[in-house]
């Protein structure tokens, strides 16, 4: 049995301690603001998920577990301004970037998959109920326990260094958000 969830805690918290995911947490969010990290996600879950895709990553794990379509329709479903999409934010375009490098090696990509997809299977589940607009990116199909063991059950401690990674580049993105304009989305909240 991987010891990767033991061997990136650290990362982990470091990226839970963020001021956006208190933000989120509050349940106060401006769903503008929201759906500005759900434009990030989407481009960071559209490259993993086709590249994943593409190594076969996805046989063996329960079906309808890709989040990129649910992070679409809850961008859409939140944001109004139909013609500006909201920025990508640096840690985003380095994500990508690394994901080019990345795109042959199966192990890797899973250490993504286990970061992003049981993130959203666990934590996600918590943020569901606190974000604005339905939170279709949390919704799984099935029992969600069987669904985390079916990720865990591909992850090795090889994968540790690459987990830590995309939870450096979660803590980044998080960071960046909270740099943005602000006050624009606060002053829209009123």
């Known amino acids: 049995m991987s010891n990767l969830k033991e061997l990136t805690k650290e990362a982990h918290t470091n990226a839970e301690r963020q001021g956006y995911v208190k933000v989120l947490m509050s ?3 401006n769903p503008k603001f929201y759906a500005t990290y759900l434009w990030n996600q989407h481009k960071k879950y559209d490259i993993l998920e086709a590249m994943a ?3 076969g990553l996805f046989i063996d794990l329960p079906p309808k577990l890709s989040r990129k379509m649910a992070i679409e329709q809850d961008f859409l479903e939140l944001w109004e301004d139909n013609e500006n ?3 990508l934010v640096p840690s985003t375009h380095e994500y990508i970037e690394h994901m080019r490098g990345i795109m042959t090696d199966p192990q890797k990509l899973m250490a993504h998959i286990y970061v992003l997809h049981m993130g959203d299977l666990s934590g996600g589940q918590m943020i569901a109920r606190k974000a604005p607009g339905e939170g279709r990116m949390y919704q799984f199909d099935g029992d ?3 669904v985390k063991e079916a990720i865990r059950a591909k992850t090795t401690d090889d994968m540790a260094d690459e987990a830590k990674y995309v939870f450096e580049s979660a803590t980044n993105l998080f960071k ?3 740099e943005l304009d602000i006050e ?3 002053e829209q909240a009123d």
């Open 27 to 29: 349940g106060k969010i």
């Open 53 to 55: 895709a593409v190594n």
């Open 85 to 87: 999409p909201p920025p």
């Open 144 to 146: 969600l326990n069987e």
């Open 176 to 178: 960046e958000l909270m």
């Open 184 to 186: 624009h989305y606060l």
